[in-house]
């Protein structure tokens, strides 16, 4: 028999999910490129990209037959390029042979068991449970946990087990969507709003008021990193290099080149410009971006040493920049014209 507090999930769900574009007319198509974009981005961020590329590309075939240029392009912005190398070539493979199953998907580069779970329970009704932070936080609060989670790791393989008391084997993919909405909307990390929650009856942390102690993670230690970089403009080119920075994505973006201790002593006339700070991981960066009058000429051999190229910055788009450099030569160009 259905637990009764999922029966009141699910209820829940059914009235007040928000209406988002994927929810609208579902499809498998629509559910594999809403996952693929909620990879390590927020529904604010991607709802515009979201819509642009359905409009660019509508199923799977016109994405498959696009070619990747223009698939990084409509892209571009989103970060983690290789999600959208991905997702084409995901585009590419099930024309020919639907991928349909958790296993399946499973082998197919770029997703992930959230990522698998989610599409095979949503698009095609398999029962596997979808595992976010959203869910382990609601879970941990159901439970009143009071232990501190080492890892997200050993917080996924805790929950597992209480998760399977609440599952719904027949609807899997609307129990998936409503307990990750419910924690996303309702069992907020900050302001639960114990008052609105379809859970309330069940949960202890809500019965012990300890719902902002719960759960607890370990911290990790916050690192300050500078890093001082070369603004070099010629002729309405600027000089990119690979990022020097280690980053989860297999796609190598283009940064301003890093200029290393003695770099800087070489080039005794350079001028900061700008500064900006990007966050990666638990590392802050803050970086320094310097030019060079232009009475000093740049030394080849630091081109070479760097990779760098010049790129036209008419055509910058076309490129994977990293997302700060992105802003960051954006606001420079609109200040100097
Ligand atoms: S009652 Fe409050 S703390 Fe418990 S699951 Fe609902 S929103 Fe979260």
Not at 44 to 70: D, H, I, N, V
Not at 218 to 243: C, F, G, I, M, V
Request: proline content about 8%.
């Amino acid at each position: 028999m259905q637990n009764p507090a999922t029966l009141n999930l699910i209820a829940w769900f059914k009235q007040h999910a928000r209406r988002l574009p994927w929810r609208q007319n579902p499809s498998v198509y629509k559910t594999v490129v809403s996952e693929f974009m909620l990879q390590q981005t927020q529904i604010k961020t991607m709802l515009p990209y979201f819509e642009r590329w359905m409009q660019e590309f509508p199923s799977f075939q016109a994405l498959a037959q696009a070619p990747l240029t223009s698939v990084l392009a409509v892209w571009s912005g989103l970060g983690y390029y290789t999600r959208a190398k991905h997702l084409h070539a995901f585009a590419q493979t099930f024309i020919h042979r639907p991928v349909t199953t958790y296993a399946e998907l499973l082998t197919c580069p770029g997703i992930g068991p959230y990522t698998a779970a989610a599409i095979a329970s949503i698009a095609f009704n398999e029962p596997v449970m979808t595992i976010d932070g959203n869910v382990i936080r609601v879970l941990a609060r159901l439970l009143n946990h009071s232990e501190v989670f080492t890892s997200q790791a050993t917080a996924r393989t805790w929950v597992q087990p209480y998760l399977q008391r609440y599952f719904d084997q027949t609807h899997p993919g609307v129990f998936n969507e409503a307990l990750m909405e419910c924690g996303a909307t309702v069992c907020t990390k900050t302001h639960p709003v114990c008052s609105q929650c379809p859970l309330r009856v069940d949960c202890q942390a809500f019965q012990l008021h300890t719902q902002s102690t719960c759960p607890q993670f370990l911290k990790a230690k916050e690192l300050q990193k500078q890093k001082h970089r070369l603004w070099h403009l010629n002729a309405n080119a600027l000089l990119l290099a690979p990022s020097t920075i280690a980053t989860r994505t297999s796609v190598t973006l283009l940064e301003l080149p890093e200029l290393s201790p003695d770099q800087r002593t070489q080039l005794p006339e350079l001028q900061p410009i700008f500064t900006g700070k990007r966050r990666i991981g638990n590392t802050t960066y803050t970086e320094t971006l310097y030019s060079l009058p232009p009475s000093v000429a740049l030394p080849t051999k630091l081109i070479h040493q760097w990779k760098a190229q010049w790129l036209p910055i008419k055509a910058l788009n076309q490129y994977p920049l990293s997302g700060p450099h992105k802003r960051w030569i954006q606001a420079i160009l609109t200040s100097l014209s």
